[in-house]
């Protein structure tokens, strides 16, 4: 742009005629896309609404399933008396297999109501550990693998869940399945790798395998130097006649 050019330009600008040929010809374009303007406007306006809306929707489903939850873990924490207990506070049952099927029953509604939430999920783990007091073993492992599939497997409560896993399989008698779900522990869960080898050990032993048993026990004290379950794991090897 020449000097001339510019300075021109300079003086257009401090001129009142330019700017207001320039607003007429906004609001010229205003008039004419009126039409346009308002459909604009109102598509904004529901596509706000609608976010709002969808927040607030899954903010009131998520509490709605925390609430669900609160009521589960509150059955789960109550006391067991088969009398009133003056002054209680939260629910109480006459026996733990009363507690530990309300408590199945509530994770139920909640996982249906809610089946996606991160509160069905805990549900579902806690549902698990439930179904293992009663000794329903099938009920226990499924809900527990339906814990572990759903989530992180570093979660952690995934360790706890893979005990009560083996736990249950033993307690169906079968101990294959349980020496399996305690290997599996060992390998994804080091913290938890010394209770994993004492429990591989007694089971090996029931298996009539005191070898494998008594090798496990063996390398522990070195295997686990600051493990507080030494003493355990000795008293385990002793059991089975001492290193050999």
Known sequence: MSKNAA???RKEMKGPDAFQAAAGQAATWVSGHQKQLVVLVVV??????????ISSLLDARRAAAGGMLYLVLD??????SSVPLPGA????FPTVEAQQRSVVARAGELRK?????ESARTATFVSGNAQLRLGAWDA??????AFLASGDPKDGLAPVARQGIAQAREGKGDVAGALAAWEKLQAEAPAYADRAVLERARLLARQGKADEARKLLQAFPQDFKESQLRPEAEQQLQRLGGAK
């Open 75 to 80: 059955d789960a924490d109550a006391q067991i």
């Open 113 to 117: 109501a809610y089946p996606s939430s």
């Open 44 to 53: 904004a306006l529901v596509l706000f609404a609608a976010a709002v809306g």
């Open 140 to 145: 226990a492992i499924a809900d527990l693998e």
């Open 7 to 9: 300075e021109m330009t």
């Open 89 to 92: 506070v939260g629910p109480t």
